[in-house]
């Protein structure tokens, strides 16, 4: 009997040598496999933040309708064989540069619609082939945004639900930015335009203060000549003097 235990523990211990560890599933979510690869499904799972053991061999991933609020540096880098990632109807609200750094060769469909986006680097998604998913976010229309646009492979199908929440001008809030965009607007003209006029009037103002200086200094030193040539006409003259001696002798 003592050694029938001893070879099930260890047949066991081995079958744990044997598992990899990579494919365990995290607590909150469920692994299954679609067409042959691995689906990681950890949708509404009142998620705050991304879990940190997902299967490194997972090629789909879904972490929609939860409340996580940020997609930090390197949050997937572990996930190389990843191809589609549903981030949608979270709370997200910032997006660093390096989020998706380590998948953005492979990821072929990222969805971050209907999340709290406002504003995003364009580095973290320029750099992605994936088709992207960003309507339903209170963005703020600017040069990052029309860039994302322009150069970005967005998702033809939601494109159109990417407005303007936010702009630099009221006219434009509540429109479609690709109307906007397609009306002659450009946010980057903009920007520069604004970046010349600041550079402007401070190049004007540092001009304006030298010439308040020069002003300033010329005025103290008339000041004080003047009272220096006063106190010389104050002291009794040599000559004057020289006179009244020679008379009394």
């Known amino acids: 009997l003592h050694m029938k235990r001893k070879c099930v523990a260890q047949a066991f211990f081995y079958l744990l040598l044997c598992v990899p560890w990579g494919s365990s599933c995290p607590p909150s979510c469920q692994c299954t496999e679609r067409a042959g690869a691995k689906a990681v ?10 879990p940190k053991d997902i299967p490194k061999d997972a090629v789909f991933l879904k972490l929609d309708a939860n409340s996580i609020t940020r ?30 750094k380590g998948v953005a060769a492979g990821l072929r469909t990222l969805d971050l619609s209907s999340n709290r986006i406002r504003s995003i680097p364009k580095e973290a998604l320029l750099a ?9 976010n209170p963005w703020h229309c600017e040069c990052a945004l ?19 929440h936010t702009a630099p001008r009221e006219e434009y809030v509540g429109k479609p930015l690709l109307q906007v965009l397609d ?22 103002g540092w001009f304006a203060m030298v010439i308040v200086y020069v002003i300033c200094y010329v005025r103290h030193n008339r000041e004080d000549t003047c009272k220096h040539v006063d106190y010389l006409k104050s002291l009794p003259s040599t000559q004057g003097h020289a006179e009244t001696t020679s008379t009394a002798l």
């Open 128 to 136: 992605l082939n994936a088709k992207l998913r960003l309507a339903n």
């Open 183 to 204: 009306a002659g607007v450009n946010f980057c003209s903009v920007r520069q335009r604004t970046t010349d006029v600041a550079m402007f009037i401070t190049m004007f």
């Open 41 to 50: 499904l950890c949708s509404s799972r009142h998620l705050e933040e991304i």
């Open 146 to 164: 029309q860039e994302v646009l322009w150069e970005a492979r967005l998702d033809p199908d939601s494109v159109q639900d990417i407005t303007c």
């Open 71 to 100: 997609i930090p540096s390197n949050a997937f880098r572990h996930l190389s064989h990843l191809e589609e990632l549903d981030l949608s109807r979270n709370a997200i609200e910032k997006i660093d540069r390096a989020a998706f």
